[in-house]
């Protein structure tokens, strides 16, 4: 067993200090929700006001402390869209450090740990999360908070010390699902995975059970409460023969999660690739035999190269697919030759990766009950981080196994990997250094670099685009317009739902000049004026609106479209008065 104190090294500083420059440098301040947050605001203010927790019919997580953290904002310093987004920074801090912290208890030296640190929260996907007011990053706090204590729990000397880690890992776990459901196998896993890892130990035992028994017990009561409010979200209305088609595609889903994984956290898996040479026996063969089946599949899954693969977050239009947000067509950011150089960057790299984690995993033939006995560090942390990727990986996979077009998969985005990228960035940084023990990796450096750049550009970019997205819809109610006749988008729609009924309504087919996904559950908002990204054929131009991106296209342009002919004279649509605007 590893004997760790944290010492304030540079890296450590580093690993906190670089969230808080990426948001500075992003500048998110916008008046209107940012993606599915919108929710969350709503919680929030709703419980400020009322002392209640009120779901709106659309939001998923159970989200409490998240509403609750919101709701003591709004109370300190009124509802600020702003206020809120900056009250997410020590989650986002605190999930670097951690990852940093549980980096250092797995032996690894302060280079390898703020490496994976970084990797996962500067990658492109977190960062937009971080500057946002998603619950992803508030759960991936508490969840690797609690894989740090239930480490500490199986490692700690005395039994004093061992309870009060496993009661705090429950503590951190509980909090992680009762913000998104999905986080209670991780609650029970590590509690299990310490009982399993102090089986032997016949004084802890009993204790244990208990605690089990205790964390089994919340979780079924959660989600009892949480799914049979009549506020709760409907449950998902696949038909079984979709669901059951969806499953011949189980390998592909499975392999795009892990592209993805091993892509965004490239900082830290490439440093494997240095030691692939040091693989040997089988491990190196299936290394080879992993290449060799992906070149062939340049023939017959052309797909797999041209990553993103999983979006949401991190696309080829840099965050978000077109017809997502708005109706129109978006830039593309990364071209296709872009795309493919990463796709195999990706690619190989995953190859070496596997046959690294099998070249260490050969390591401990014969030692398993040496390594369980003494609590050996990577050991312990594959007991209780392992099994619950693998079935957090499982939960996504099954839930959503219909191949659906412009998002990926039916409600999976690449935002739910968090947790799987935090897992595999510490397993990644601890076989490379279990192979080859060194101090720095230019690669790694190089990398992260790289991807950070992209992801605080991208999120700088979306800001910009959001804001100019505002500003048109705000223009016409400006210029006498009344909201509930502007369609400005994804958020702008949603809260003026929420203003105008209170929740989001029931689905249903409504007959519109531009027809968008969420206009179904946003019948509070006739669209008489649209922004968009690109001209609608059935639309009539009204005015443009432009802003700078610091990705190419550099200069980019919104429209703010009339609905014309019959469906504007039906529903009485007002004209825009120019004079009448700011």
Request: with cysteine; glycine share 8%.
């Amino acid at each position: 067993m590893i004997s760790f104190r944290p010492k304030c090294s540079g890296w450590l500083l580093l690993s906190m200090a670089a969230p808080l420059a990426a948001f500075v440098v992003i500048h998110p301040v916008l008046n209107m929700g940012f993606n599915d947050d919108f929710g969350f605001y709503h919680m929030a203010l709703v419980l400020a006001r009322t002392g209640r927790i009120a779901y709106e019919h659309w939001t998923t997580p159970m989200g409490l402390p998240h509403a609750f953290w919101g709701a003591a904002i709004i109370q300190v310093f009124g509802f600020s869209y702003f206020a809120l987004r900056v009250a997410m920074l020590p989650f986002w801090i605190g999930s670097g450090l951690l990852i940093y912290l549980l980096g250092g208890r797995l032996g690894l030296p302060p280079f390898y740990s703020a490496l994976a640190s970084l990797s996962v929260t500067l990658s492109p996907i977190a960062i937009p999360l971080g500057a946002s007011y998603h619950s992803d990053i508030t759960a991936l706090s508490f969840g690797v908070g609690a894989i740090y204590c239930a480490v500490q729990a199986a490692e700690a000397p005395r039994r004093s010390r061992m309870s009060a880690w496993l009661t705090g890992g429950l503590l951190m776990g509980a909090l992680a699902a009762t913000t998104r459901d999905i986080y209670w196998m991780l609650a029970v896993w590590t509690v299990l995975a310490v009982l399993i890892l102090r089986w032997r130990e016949r004084n802890v035992r009993t204790m244990n059970v208990l605690i089990l028994v205790l964390a089994i017990a919340a979780a079924l009561a959660s989600m009892w409460w949480h799914y049979s409010r009549p506020d709760a979200p409907p449950p998902p209305h696949d038909p079984i023969s979709r669901q059951a088609q969806g499953v011949v595609s189980l390998a592909e889903i499975v392999a795009y999660i892990g592209l993805t994984a091993v892509l965004v956290c490239l900082p830290v898996t490439i440093t494997v690739l240095r030691r692939v040479l040091l693989v040997k026996g089988w491990p190196r063969r299936i290394v080879v035999l992993l290449l060799g089946g992906s070149c062939s599949a340049l023939l017959w899954w052309p797909r797999l190269f041209f990553p993103p693969w999983i979006g949401n977050m991190f696309t080829e239009y840099g965050s978000f697919y077109n017809q997502q947000l708005m109706s129109g067509l978006h830039p593309v950011v990364l071209r296709p030759l872009v795309r493919f150089a990463l796709g195999i960057v990706a690619v190989v790299v995953a190859a070496a990766l596997c046959g690294a984690i099998l070249q260490v995993a050969a390591q401990y033939r014969g030692k398993v009950r040496k390594a369980f006995c003494e609590r050996e560090p990577l050991f312990v942390f594959a007991v209780v981080a392992i099994p619950f990727a693998s079935a957090y990986t499982a939960v996504l996979v099954l839930r959503n196994p219909v191949f659906l077009g412009y998002a990926g998969y039916n409600n999976l985005f690449d935002r739910y990997l968090l947790p799987v990228m935090a897992v595999g960035a510490l397993t990644a940084a601890a076989v490379a250094y279990r192979l080859h023990p060194n101090q720095g990796s230019i690669a790694g450096v190089a990398a992260l670099t790289l991807m950070s750049a992209f992801g605080i550009a991208n999120a700088h970019d979306v800001f910009a685009g959001e804001r100019a997205r505002l500003d048109a819809a705000q223009w016409l109610v400006d210029s006498g317009v009344p909201r509930h006749f502007v369609s400005g988008g994804y958020e702008y729609d949603a809260w003026t739902q929420l203003e105008e009924k209170g929740f989001m309504s029931p689905e249903r087919e409504r007959k519109l000049p531009v027809i968008l996904w969420f206009l179904h559950s946003t019948d509070a908002v006739t669209p008489c004026y649209y922004v968009v990204a690109s001209p609608q054929a059935v639309l009539s131009t009204v005015r443009e609106v432009a802003y700078d991106a610091w990705l190419p296209p550099r200069r980019r342009t919104l429209l703010v479209q009339q609905s014309v002919g019959d469906f504007a004279r039906n529903m009485g649509c007002p004209q825009a008065t120019a004079s009448a605007s700011k």
